[in-house]
């Protein structure tokens, strides 16, 4: 297993960024794109991209060209599904690829997993709802991507709780975690285990759903 390696690409909205980390026999890929205001080094991604690797999981992060240009506020929903679907082409890659991301990457991945050929969709701390308005469901986007599907939700996110999840979509619940899947200090787990729940959740899914 490898360094990181980086990687410009041209977008229809301008040059996004992968970072990618290879595993040293790939059973399968995973695409992760961030969220809404923040980038690829958040604590849940950067799990990933450490973990993962080392268990038959190459891990590619992709940067936004909106991130890429300094912006402080993502672009629109369209051109994040374009960027994204630049990227998984660009990526030509022979093993199964699953898509995902955080938030605002993880809607963008389920509305793009099916016309990319994707093997499953992984989301994490997916925006069920603006906070405070339930009735402003996002769910439909879960249902048709018409692919396997793992969602990874804080007991806390403003934005849905594990409970709100329709019974046909997998979720992992993450006690105590917040819409950024942060556990407060007096949280039920520590830090270090929630993130040991989202990546073990992960791989388990991976090895049930897409490589086994």
Not at 65 to 76: D, E, I, L, Q, S
Not at 82 to 105: C, K, Q
Request: with cysteine.
């Amino acid at each position: 297993m490898g360094g990181t390696t980086t990687q410009m690409i041209e977008t229809p909205y301008g040059p996004g960024r992968l970072f990618t980390r290879r595993a040293r026999r790939p059973q399968a890929t995973l695409l992760l794109s961030h969220g809404a205001g923040n980038g690829i080094d958040t604590h849940d991604l950067m799990a990933l991209n450490d973990a993962l690797p080392g268990q038959g999981i190459t891990v590619v992060r992709f940067e936004q060209p909106w991130r890429v240009k300094g912006k402080p506020v993502a672009t629109p929903p369209k051109s994040l599904d374009a960027a994204l679907t630049t990227a998984a082409n660009w990526m030509r890659v022979r093993t199964p690829l699953v898509v995902g991301g955080r938030s605002a990457g993880a809607r963008s991945a389920v509305r793009t997993a099916r016309g990319l050929g994707a093997a499953g969709a992984l989301c994490l701390a997916f925006p069920l709802h603006p906070p405070s308005k339930p009735q402003n469901s996002r769910a439909h986007e879960l249902l048709d991507a018409k692919v396997p599907t793992l969602v990874l939700q804080g007991t806390r996110d403003r934005f849905g709780t594990p409970e709100e999840f329709p019974d046909s979509v997998e979720v992992t619940p993450i006690p105590g975690a917040d819409h950024s899947l942060v556990v407060g200090k007096r949280g039920p787990v520590s830090q270090s285990d929630a993130d040991a729940i989202l990546v073990e959740s992960t791989l388990e899914w991976l090895v049930r759903e897409v490589i086994a």
